[in-house]
């Protein structure tokens, strides 16, 4: 497998446009997490799901954020409008839950920039 | 998720054993200690994880205390590849799956 699939790596877009980060997670699991680094704040969890379904996103910051999971092997991360403060490396995670194996894998990130 | 303490930085020299100790004093009795690490401009990576017996894996060496109230990851032959900010992580489990919660985790700089 070629692991958690993120796209863009990198994404520059202006105050006020739309941004859609991409994730195929990992065949076979069944768990997708979305969190955002930044320097101040380090990893936050911002939304994660269960065999497509949200289960917790009471980590998104603002409406502005939404995400999504229309099948299992793939989820956006969507901001509507984008504001500078929303500059940070977004990672996807998945998982599968087992009695023995409870890791999780990364993706590389998509390192937003707003301008 | 228990709240671990780790310090903020370690300097480890290349070929030596690196130690990283985390703290998580209101470890519950179902709550594993999971480690976790992020090399510069990655995702993080599992490395190990336990509930309270020593574990050992081709990357890394758990030690727990009897206590259960803190833990130190071991390196045994620490690279420069190594360096990295290395995170300890509480997990409990139960009939589902919880997500990782990060602390600020220790920055590992392995020195030549």
């Known amino acids: 497998d070629a692991g958690v699939i993120q796209s863009p790596r990198h994404e520059v877009t202006e105050m006020g446009q739309e941004v859609t980060l991409r994730c195929k997670p990992i065949?076979?699991?069944?768990?997708l997490f979305w969190y955002r680094q930044t320097m101040m704040r380090g990893l936050e969890l911002l939304i994660y799901f269960n065999n497509n379904v949200p289960i917790d996103d009471s980590g998104m910051p603002e409406d502005r954020f939404s995400a999504k999971m229309p099948n299992a092997s793939f989820s956006t991360l969507k901001i509507q409008p984008s504001e500078p403060r929303d500059s940070a490396v977004y990672f996807c995670?998945?998982?599968?839950?087992?009695?023995?194996?409870?890791?999780?894998?990364f993706g590389q990130g998509t390192r937003l920039t707003v301008v | 998720d228990a709240k671990t303490t780790q310090p903020p930085s370690m300097d480890c020299a290349e070929g030596r054993a690196a130690n990283l100790p985390c703290n998580h004093s209101t470890i519950s009795g179902n709550e594993y200690v999971y480690w976790y690490r992020q090399i510069h401009s990655q995702g993080p990576q599992y490395i190990i994880h336990g509930l309270k017996n020593n574990e050992t894996n081709e990357m890394a060496s758990l030690i727990i205390t009897e206590d259960r109230k803190s833990s130190t990851l071991i390196l045994p032959h620490a690279t420069l590849r190594d360096t990295a900010v290395y995170y300890c992580?509480?997990?409990?489990?139960?009939?589902?799956?919880?997500?990782?919660?990060f602390g600020k985790g220790t920055r590992l700089s392995v020195i030549a």
């Open positions: 995670a998945s998982t599968s839950w087992g009695a023995m194996n409870t890791e999780a894998f």
């Open positions: 065949s076979g699991h069944d768990y």
């Open positions: 992580i509480v997990r409990f489990r139960n009939s589902g799956n919880t997500p990782l919660v």
